[in-house]
């Protein structure tokens, strides 16, 4: 039975003081113990806060990171490595974002090297993959997803793979108000895990937890998860609100 997963990207929102506030007041609502898991992804600068409130509370909620630079240390000018985030209690790190992807040019060999370092480092990603409205609309949607899984996850083994959180993320619905239909969304989430059955096995397929993202919402979210294959979500401006973020959390209730 795969648990699921709901995690927050806050992107590059909150300052400190603001993502104290936020996630003081999420462990307030989702105190009680909970039938899926919950992650909150702050931007670097408060991961230390959010970190220690998250601790002192003693709450179910994980810690995640946006991003990640595959080595260890080095001169890498405004990066952040593995060993730091662990160091931090870290336990997911979001990997191949669209926005990193498209606006800051993210080939498939560097979210590959990601993947590595990350699992290297006893951590978790949450993989993140998915096609454009153009792509979409041009028939290129399944090639594309299947492309990305293939060159993303090249140097996993079967061992490796059931440690990793997929995320099908459609672009165009990507902090856009659109909103793909859970028919959409399951059967591209279907489409990934066939991929990883072929790839990886059928166990592996039925334990890889596959998320949907893209303009979810409380109103939205029931649908969504009452999908087959859908075992979670990626929230962005959803998660900004604590009231919001909860309610998906407990599936819009």
Not at 61 to 73: C, K
Not at 218 to 237: C, F, K, Q, R, S
Not at 239 to 253: H, N, P, V
């Amino acid at each position: 039975m795969r648990t699921p997963l709901i995690a927050g990207n806050w992107k590059m929102h909150k300052d400190n003081a603001e993502a104290v506030e936020l996630i003081e007041e999420l462990v307030s609502l989702l105190g009680k113990p909970l039938e899926v898991e919950v992650a909150v992804c702050p931007p670097f600068t408060s991961l230390p806060d959010v970190s220690g409130v998250l601790e002192k509370s003693r709450t179910s909620i994980r810690l995640g990171a946006q991003n990640v630079y595959p080595a260890a240390e080095g001169a890498f000018t405004g990066e952040i490595s593995p060993l730091m985030l662990k160091a931090l209690k870290v336990h997911y790190v979001i990997v191949g974002h669209s926005e990193r992807r498209e606006i800051f040019g993210e080939s498939d060999e560097m979210v590959s090297d990601k993947l590595r370092a990350v699992l290297d480092n006893r951590l978790f990603p949450i993989l993140c993959v998915g096609e454009t409205l153009q792509e979409r609309e041009g028939g290129e949607a399944e090639s594309k997803v299947r492309r990305q899984l293939s060159d993303d996850l090249k140097s996993l083994d079967k061992e490796e793979i059931t440690n990793l959180v997929i995320a099908y993320e459609p672009i165009w619905a990507i902090g856009t108000g659109k909103t793909a239909t859970p028919r959409d969304a399951q059967d591209m989430t279907s489409l990934i895990r066939e991929k990883i059955a072929g790839d990886y096995g059928d166990e592996s397929a039925d334990e890889i937890r596959i998320l949907y993202g893209g303009s979810v919402k409380p109103d939205n979210i029931v649908e969504l998860m009452a999908m087959h294959d859908i075992d979670g979500a990626l929230v962005g401006g959803g998660s900004l609100d604590a009231i919001s973020f909860s309610r998906i959390a407990l599936y819009g209730t």
